[in-house]
């Protein structure tokens, strides 16, 4: 299984962008799946998570209703829309897949990361 996001790019402030991760693989819907973002210098930091069928979903305080996970297990792809979108949010986002289905906010439950996508938010 693999994931590989896309989406990413340079955006102003106040704009928005659509984050996708695809999966390979036939189980991507018994896997609960994350987005995290880490900007340089900082600690990897939870954004988003979204539970195996996509009925139940966390968020960050720092993104809460700016961002919205969704998935589409019939495409294996989990987005992050991301709204009002402040130079704060300049990171590098990874999606990750939790094969036990925990969609935890904790990123050592996760068994498998994408390479990452670059956001740049300018003021």
């Known amino acids: 299984v693999q994931l590989v996001e896309s989406g990413g790019g340079l955006v102003q402030a106040g704009g928005s962008l659509r984050l996708s991760c695809a999966a390979s693989?036939?189980?991507?819907?018994?896997?609960?799946m994350g987005w995290f973002r880490q900007a340089p210098g900082k600690e990897r930091e939870f954004v988003a998570a979204?539970?195996?069928?996509?009925?139940?979903?966390y968020y960050s305080d720092s993104v809460k209703g700016r961002f919205t996970i969704s998935r589409d297990n019939a495409k294996n792809t989990v987005y992050l829309q991301m709204n009002s979108l402040k130079p704060e949010d300049t990171a590098a986002y990874s999606c990750?897949?939790?094969?036990?289905?925990?969609?935890?906010?904790?990123?050592?439950?996760?068994?498998?990361w994408g390479q990452g996508t670059q956001v740049t938010v300018s003021s």
């Open positions: 990750a897949a939790d094969f036990l289905g925990h969609a935890s906010i904790t990123a050592q439950t996760y068994e498998l």
């Open positions: 979204i539970s195996r069928g996509g009925d139940t979903s």
């Open positions: 693989g036939r189980t991507f819907s018994s896997y609960a």
